[in-house]
């Protein structure tokens, strides 16, 4: 029936305007060419045997752009309920006091201070944990806590490149904005371990960021087809959100929920600019807009 929608967003198409409505505000993690080369890069180094150096990758992109949404996608991808060989660690609740030496050894499930596994012998069991739990890759997605936590910075860069080292042999992800590349300079060897793969804000000229709106259509349950790619919708998108994902999709979901409650049920240039200007009458103070 609504053949312009993905099959699950199709039957919540059927349900009421509450429940669409309610759809319409969840994050959607649509496919790119850029994602897809990262969740199989992150595959191929899972499957790799252990064995000297491991494989790193710093991923780098502006505050917005979707590094957390990836993040979480890269973990569906390789993660089954039976095996967990990628493991994400969100930073952002640490901040200053960001101890990644802790962190990590807590996640294994000890109890009391890291530097009492700081050992030949806590080093067996730290091994022996990682074997149990299948472990291949660590992600620590908010890495510019890293930034912030000066005073663990030796240690924190000595935990990165010990654990990528032989000993343990974990393969490393770590996301932030462009502060992070900094933050691993801070120590000679990791820079060279950590390939860079950088998120770039969209270009509403290109052919990925129609595909990419076409996509994210397919995700809100509107009963009639938006032609939401033509060079105006576009020029209307990208002057109301800008070029980063998080504020992209805000607007899309913002007019398809106004498309829900005025009956349009499509995406058109009026319901872009109405829609955003209700939203703004909405976050202003007392109801006026700035």
């Keep these: 029936m609504y053949d312009h929608l993905s099959p699950r967003t199709a039957v919540i198409a059927q349900l009421s305007d509450e429940e669409r409505i309610d759809y319409c505000r969840r994050n959607f993690f649509i496919m790119t060419g850029f994602s897809k080369r990262v969740i199989d890069d992150v595959r191929g180094i899972i499957r790799m045997e252990r064995g000297g150096t491991t494989v790193c990758r710093a991923l780098v992109g502006r505050t917005g752009i979707g590094k957390s949404t990836l993040i979480k996608a890269i973990a569906t991808a390789c993660n089954t309920p039976d095996s967990r060989p990628v493991e994400v660690i969100d930073l952002s609740p640490y901040g200053r006091h960001t101890d990644l030496h802790e962190i990590f050894v807590s996640l294994l499930g000890f109890t009391g201070a890291a530097k009492k596994l700081a050992n030949p012998n806590g080093l067996k069991l730290i091994k022996g944990r990682v074997a149990e739990r299948g472990l291949k890759m660590l992600i620590f997605d908010e890495a510019n806590a890293l930034v912030s936590a000066t005073r663990t910075t030796e240690g924190n ?34 820079p060279s371990r950590f390939g860079r793969l950088e998120m770039q804000d969209w270009d509403g000229e290109s052919k990925s960021f129609s595909l990419f709106l076409n996509g994210y259509m397919r995700y809100l349950p509107l009963r009639k087809a938006s032609m939401i790619d033509t060079a105006e919708m576009i020029a209307k998108i990208t002057s109301l959100a800008g070029h980063l994902t998080r504020d992209i999709a805000r607007v899309l979901s913002d007019a398809a929920i106004y498309a829900i409650v005025h009956g349009e049920e499509c995406i058109t240039l009026k319901v872009l600019q109405d829609s955003y200007n209700e939203a703004l009458a909405f976050y202003a103070p007392d109801g006026v807009m700035p």
């Design 157 to 190: 860069t000595t935990f990165l490149r010990g654990m990528s080292n032989e000993d343990i042999g974990l393969n490393l992800m770590v996301a932030g904005t462009k502060d992070i590349s900094s933050f691993l300079r801070k120590n000679d060897q990791l």
